[in-house]
Every structure is written in C-alpha cells, then in structure tokens.
C-alpha cells in the first residue's frame, strides 16, 4: 500500500454521554439532524440500577444509563435504520483489519472501548470501565484517528493502543465490538420512534420485576446507604457515598446529568409535536435532576471530611427516597401518553 | 464550576480538561455548557484517587520489605483485585492469591511470568523489579 492516509469527511461534536454522542454524531454523517438528548431518548439511555454484590474499584457498583450499544442498538432499530453491529471477534489481528475495510470503503465505525488503557484520555478517569464508545474515522500511517466526545478534538491513537484497549479485558469486555450504518431509511418515523422509546423506558424504570433496577432500585440504595455508616464505619461509608458521585457526576455526565439530557428529550419531543404532557413531564424530571445534583453537593461534604461526616446519613437516605417518588412521578406521567399528538 | 484553581486537587493534571456538561434546569430551559468540572465531582475523584495511591504506596513498602512479590505491587498499581486480575491473565484465582507470596513468586516459570507481564502492559524486567 503506497497510500496510507485516508480521511473520512466526519465531524466530531463533543458530547455529554458517549455513545448517545457518538450515535448522533453518526447520525450528522448521514445527512440527519439529530441532537444528542434525542439520540439519548430513542436510544433508551435512562436507566438505574444498583448492584451490591459487584464492586467496581472497592466500592459497590451503580449504573445511571443502559447497558452498552443500547443507544445506538435501539434508536437505529425503532428507526428502521440499516446498521450493522459485530459482537465479538475470535480474532484481534481479525478486528483490526475489519476496521481498515470499513475505513477503506468510508464508513465511520464505531467501537467499544475500556478506558484504562486509553492513551489520550484524562488519566484520573483511567480506571477499569470498559463500556466507553468512540468512533473511528481516518487512519494515517499506523495512527487512527479516533472521534471521542468527551475530549475536545479528535484524537490520534496508535494501532496497537487502540488493539489494546479494543481487547481490554474484565467485566463487560468489549471483545472487538464493532457497530456502524450501512445506509438510511429514507421513510423514517420519528414519532413513532419516540413512542416505543418512551413505552420501553417506563417499562425499565418502572414495571420490570426486579428490586434493583429502576425506581425500586433507587429506593433500596436509599435503604442501604443509610446502613453504611454503623456496617462498615464512616471511613468507608464515606468512599461508597464518593462512589456513588463518582458514578452519577464523573463517568460520562451520570446520574443528574443523564436526568438532564433525558428531560432535554422530552422538551425537545413536547415542542416537535407541541404535546402538553410531554412539556409537563420534562419539567418534572428536570426537577427530578436538580435534586439530584443538591444531593451531590451534600454528599460531597461528607466525602470532604471523612471520618466526622457533616450530613446526616439518614438524611442523605430520605433525599434518595424523595428523588426516587420525583422520578416515578415523571414514569406514571408519561405512561400515560399513548400518542404523541394529542 | 467557575473556581478553577480550586485547591481541591493536589496534582495539577486533574481536572484540566474541560467537557460538555449538562449541568443545569432553571426557568425550563436545559442548560449544556462546556467547562471544568465541578467542586463535588474534583472532591470525590480525589477521594478516590488518594485511597488508591494509598494502597499503592502500602503495597510498595510490602514488597520493598520482601513480605509481598511484585505482582501484589502491580495489582494495587493497576487498580484490580485478584478476581479481575485472574480474568485479565487468565490464571484461576486461586492461583492468582498464591502467586502474592514472594516465595512463591520466586518459582514462577516464565510462561506464568510473561502472562502477568502483559496483562499490567509492562516488560519481563519492570515486573520483577519494583522501583
């Protein structure tokens, strides 16, 4: 090959959440205009759940959003949109080259990364999380050229990091995933998109019969939290408080910021097809989403000083139970719409 | 947001780079602004990371003391537990913990050491040395 660079036209956006980032920005590739909380909302990103009985780096494990490829999976299907999604690989050497055909052929492909691994990324974020996206979209000699949108600019990685950490190993690991579009529907339904999307978020949050996910989810990590102090003192209480602001603020927007772009979906849904409801419903998970952020702050106070926390530990519990009721309020709201126009 | 050489952090690598963030609800309106992160967020990541660095610490005076092998070291390095380190080597568990003993350490046939070597990203010689 005497030609080693190749460079697709595609324009990188910095985004709140990664893969809702990476989706819309795909998206933008193929000529649709779709802001991020849309993609964000088609796509099923709002999710909770808590799982105690997994640690991620010493403390429990929670999660704000779905489970990684859902955005992308679910908005390109409720759109009925032609994509393509390779799982796993066999092979690493196999991975590698799939990616150089797309990029050959110019098409944009997305991936799943760990982020422990990632050369260019802040290095206080560097822990072991595999479920991070970027898109790939120019290769110039043995560096790829890599759109993450939560940096600034895109980005040049080397193609054995970028094996790497297509490799990462451990929990949920991405095994090579790779997902791109193949072509667009041309007579695509938005509105009955939103529709599905919305049916298939209460449904998660509200109906799924599983203590820890969603609402219920939210409640028993009220319930637990206040347990922390006295089951394993306040050293440690105060880690796993920190672990839950370091899930909810610091690994992609979280917790109060995905609040935030889902209430911008649904804001932004009430003004396409000017639905009163919808408008309501924002405003109460934007609500929802501000407490969030007050319970942030207070929580941080306890982290600041560890051994004597500031807060009331059973305080910081009924604030959960609080937000958890502001959040069942926005799912019992929207249930409720059936069609978007009225 | 806006207190940007907030003393919250010890290192100045932290929180210099700046991310989209939606950060705010006020008159109905969402708000997505490019910025630093804020004051509870640098808190926690500290928290975080200071215990981290602790254990890093903790686990290099072990070794220096001969009461730990490298590999303990480079774990606590790496950020993982035995459980994920098993699942990035691929060595049972069991073995893994076994392998934290330095006498034990010392036995390792080399194919065991190299698996170890790649899965904290480092060479033969790092792995058997701890500066």
């Not at chain 1, 940096?151 to 297509?166: A, C, F, G, T, Y």
């Not at chain 1, 920190?242 to 610091?250: A, H, K």
């Not at chain 1, 009924?318 to 409720?336: G, N």
């Amino acid at each position: 090959m005497e030609n080693n660079t190749m460079m697709i036209d595609y324009k990188h956006r910095q985004a709140g959440h990664c893969e809702s980032g990476a989706t819309s920005n795909l998206f933008k590739f193929y000529g649709i205009e779709m802001s991020e909380p849309m993609a964000f909302g088609i796509g099923n990103g709002l999710f909770f759940s808590y799982l105690p009985f997994l640690k991620l780096q010493y403390a429990p494990m929670m999660s704000f959003r779905n489970l990684p490829n859902t955005v992308f999976h679910r908005s390109m299907k409720y759109l009925g949109m032609d994509y393509t999604v390779i799982k796993k690989f066999k092979d690493q050497k196999e991975s590698m080259d799939a990616l150089d055909r797309n990029l050959e052929k110019g098409i944009p492909t997305g991936m799943q990364v760990g982020v422990f691994n990632l050369t260019f990324f802040p290095p206080e974020y560097r822990m072991h999380y595999n479920m991070h996206n970027l898109v790939a979209f120019g290769k110039e000699g043995n560096d790829y050229w890599v759109s993450d949108t939560v940096m600034e600019h895109p980005q040049k990685i080397s193609s054995e990091d970028l094996q790497r950490v297509r490799w990462a190993k451990g929990a949920f690991a991405p095994k090579g995933k790779m997902y791109w579009i193949n072509s667009v529907n041309p007579n695509m339904d938005v509105k009955s998109a939103i529709e599905k999307a919305l049916k298939k978020t209460v449904y998660e949050m509200m109906k799924v019969p599983f203590p820890l996910n969603g609402v219920k989810g939210i409640h028993w990590l009220a319930r637990d939290l206040k347990k922390w102090p006295k089951k394993h003192g306040n050293e440690t209480a105060s880690f796993y408080l920190g672990q839950i602001i370091r899930m909810s603020e610091d690994f992609g927007t979280g917790g109060a910021g995905f609040r935030y772009l889902y209430g911008s979906f649904l804001k932004e849904a009430a003004e396409k097809y000017s639905n009163q409801d919808l408008l309501i419903a924002s405003d109460l998970m934007g609500k929802a989403a501000n407490r969030w952020r007050e319970f942030t702050y207070m929580s941080a106070r306890n982290c600041k000083n560890r051994s004597k926390p500031e807060e009331d530990y059973g305080k910081l519990s009924e604030m959960l139970h609080e937000i958890a009721d502001m959040e069942k309020e926005v799912y019992l709201k929207l249930d409720k719409i059936k069609d978007l126009n009225g | 947001m806006e207190d940007e050489k907030s003393t919250g952090y010890k290192n100045q690598t932290y929180g210099q780079y700046r991310e989209l963030l939606y950060s705010e609800y006020a008159d109905g309106k969402f708000e997505a602004t490019v910025g630093y992160h804020g004051e509870a967020d640098r808190t926690t990541l500290q928290q975080a990371w200071d215990l981290f660095n602790d254990r890093i610490e903790a686990a290099r005076q072990k070794v220096k003391a001969g009461e730990a092998s490298p590999i303990l070291y480079y774990m606590e390095k790496t950020l993982v537990t035995p459980m994920d380190l098993s699942m990035h080597a691929g060595i049972n568990v069991w073995r893994v913990k076994r392998h934290l003993k330095p006498k034990v350490f010392k036995k390792l046939s080399e194919k065991t050491l190299k698996k170890y070597a790649e899965a904290f990203n480092i060479t033969l010689g790092q792995l058997q040395n701890v500066d």
